[in-house]
């Protein structure tokens, strides 16, 4: 008998583990939240979903808390809990100045010393989470890549980073926020290293300006376009980006985006993937939309269910709760999360 309690908690242990380390599950129940609310307003069950993604997952998307914290504002509620537990994941009071809902709170949680204090020790655990080493390769192969752009048969360049990019994701796991943390100016600088941050190493190169850190995002940014840059992406990286989807590395919708974003480039694909036949899209690529013609929505949504993204309907919804009410729903490279 006791050996067969134990081979049950055994069983229950291994259970408990795939569930928090798949993130299939996850994007499944988030979904689900932003489905209850926005679709048919449906407060308390929106936040049942929301409160186990959170208890259950060590790494959380910054965006999701940052929404659920939204909702819970916008319906009167208690929603610091959100925020404390943002902070874990790399968000800072400061963020909040994206966020017009907490335009009247704002200068409250900046004085709230409590607040702070929390900050301070759920910021501690953020930076060890992180791999600087690997946040510092992506810099460094993004800021070549943004040179690169500017050379003759730059798509054979861009091959060949892409292929690197690819080989540090089979080591070490796609470069997402859950690994290398979100967009931040000066991140090194708390671990003593500030002359590793973005503005530091690309200010070397005057040309490169405009090659600013995306705190907006509340996401890492680099690699993603360092992807979209490549037109045959998706197709290169299939497999490995799907993988990286149950591990939590990179996010559904990042992957929708470099998926429709072949479309920019139909009729002029470089060599290695001049086979391309482009069917369906997710419409998560705003600089691909115009290049997307008849395009059914059935398919569009089919295709979105399969990747654990929420239909155009939602997505509409949740346009219209910025427009009508102030929200910012929509985080991550080119808005695409």
């Known amino acids: 008998m006791k050996q067969k309690v134990l081979l049950l908690f055994g069983l229950y242990s291994c259970l408990v583990f795939s569930q928090t380390d798949d993130y ?21 069950s929106t936040l049942f979903y929301y409160n186990q993604v959170f208890k259950e997952y060590n790494f959380i998307y910054v965006k999701d808390l940052v929404n659920a914290a939204q909702i819970v504002l916008f319906e009167k509620r208690p929603y610091r809990f959100y925020i404390e537990q943002g902070f874990e994941q790399g968000l800072k009071i400061a963020h909040l100045n994206y ?30 989470r992180i791999d600087f080493d690997y946040r510092n390769t992506i810099y460094y192969l993004a800021i070549k890549d943004q040179l690169d752009k500017r050379k003759p048969k730059y798509h054979n360049i861009v091959y060949q980073t892409t292929q690197k990019l690819l080989e540090y994701i089979k080591n070490k796991g796609f470069p997402g926020d859950k690994l290398i943390g979100i967009e931040d100016s000066s991140i090194f600088r708390e671990i003593g290293k500030s002359y590793l941050d973005l503005y530091q190493q690309r200010k070397k190169h005057k040309e490169l300006f405009y090659m600013n850190s995306e705190e907006e995002s509340l996401s890492t940014v680099w690699a993603q376009i360092i992807l979209v840059h490549n037109p045959c992406s998706y197709y290169l990286l299939k497999k490995t980006l ?3 989807i149950k591990k939590g590395n990179i996010h559904p919708r990042d992957v929708g985006l470099i998926y429709d974003n072949a479309y920019r480039y139909k009729s002029k694909f470089p060599y290695y993937c001049d086979k391309i036949k482009l069917t369906g899209a997710y419409l998560l690529n705003p600089a691909a939309l115009g290049h997307i013609k008849n395009i059914n929505l059935d398919t569009v949504n089919a295709m979105r269910k399969k990747m654990l993204i929420v239909s155009t309907m939602v997505d509409t919804k949740k346009k219209d709760y ?13 808005d695409c999360r």
């Not at 299939?24 to 308390?44: C, G, P, R, S, V």
């Not at 017009?100 to 409590?114: A, G, M, S, V, Y």
């Not at 910025?322 to 080119?334: A, D, H, N, Q, T």
């Open 99 to 128: 966020y017009p809902l907490f335009k009247k709170e704002l200068q409250k949680l900046q004085k709230d010393t409590k607040l702070i204090k929390t900050y301070n020790q759920n910021r501690r655990k953020y930076i060890a």
């Open 242 to 244: 799907l993988n990286e």
């Open 24 to 44: 299939t599950k996850y994007h499944t129940l988030i979904n689900k939240a932003e489905e209850l609310y926005f679709m048919e307003h449906k407060t308390d």
């Open 322 to 334: 910025e427009i009508k009410y102030g929200f910012k729903l929509f985080s991550g490279f080119w």
